[in-house]
């Protein structure tokens, strides 16, 4: 059996974000703004951390064509709700979707089949998304750069955008982050360091001056993450750069969560 897959895993009680119909859940958008950034890897890692807290969280893949979330969490082999189940659906039904939705160390995933079937449209996602919200703490969205126009249409209230700090994927960033930073006020960049320690460092300040975002981390080389996916273990688990940049997501979050109840 996969670790992923133990039948003690329940999501948490949830509730602990939500304060009625007038306060749903979080909306939490992870995009990569070019391929490989490793935004995948980082949401499901911060979901898992949050669920670690208690929270009942959904991770939502809005990147069909990609290797899946479930793949990334390790539950591909188990039945459950996937998103060509919904092609065909006019409003979706949060408690019934959570219920029948695959679940690994407290986390629930709505991830894309491996058939070849058309993937579902912006309004299928936002239906599931406000969904979901309804009964979960927090939905945690992957999805591409394509979707930087369309985490406002999707309820997102925290957007972290992920970017490697080469040339090529520096240039993704400056074309995507502002974009989601429009339609979501608390956007923040998580830089993977493709550089030396210093060096990765100054660029970061200097990122982060010139698109006006907050850095909230900068994620050093994690060969753990590899090792632990290569054998179908959830990420993020074990100490290491990867950990400590979804622990401040994560902190981020809840950061926001207690703000917002407080202003309730």
């Avoid at 909230?216 to 054998?231: K, S």
């Avoid at 902190?251 to 207690?258: K, P």
């Amino acid at each position: 059996m996969r670790r992923g897959s133990s039948p003690g895993a329940r999501p948490g009680a949830g509730g602990a974000f939500r304060g009625g119909p007038d306060q749903p859940g979080l909306v939490v958008a992870v995009l990569g703004a070019s391929g490989g950034a490793g935004a995948s890897t980082l949401a499901v890692a911060c979901g898992l951390a949050l669920a670690d807290r208690g929270l009942r969280v959904v991770l939502v893949d809005g990147q069909p064509g990609g290797s899946g979330l479930d793949v990334v969490l390790g539950v591909e082999h188990l039945p459950g709700v996937r998103w060509p189940d919904l092609l065909d659906c006019e409003g979706v039904d949060g408690s019934a979707l959570l219920a029948g939705l695959p679940w690994a160390l407290g986390v629930a995933v709505l991830s894309h089949g491996r058939e070849l079937r058309p993937a579902p449209g912006w309004s299928v996602l936002a239906d599931a998304v406000a969904g979901l919200r309804a009964v979960a703490d927090v939905v945690v969205l992957d999805l591409p750069r394509a979707g930087a126009d369309r985490v406002g249409t999707l309820g997102a209230d925290i957007a972290f955008v992920v970017a490697g700090t080469g040339v090529v994927e520096l240039a993704g960033l400056a074309a995507t982050a502002p974009r989601v930073a429009a339609h979501v006020g608390e956007t923040f960049l998580v830089l993977r360091a493709d550089r030396s320690g210093g060096s990765a460092s100054a660029v970061a300040l200097e990122v982060g001056a010139a698109l006006d975002l907050p850095v909230l981390a900068l994620v050093g080389e994690d060969r753990g993450v590899r090792h632990d996916l290569d054998r179908g273990r959830p990420p993020g688990r074990r100490p290491g750069p990867v950990a400590r940049a979804v622990e401040r997501m994560a902190q981020t979050v809840e950061e926001f969560a207690s703000v917002r109840r407080r202003a309730s």
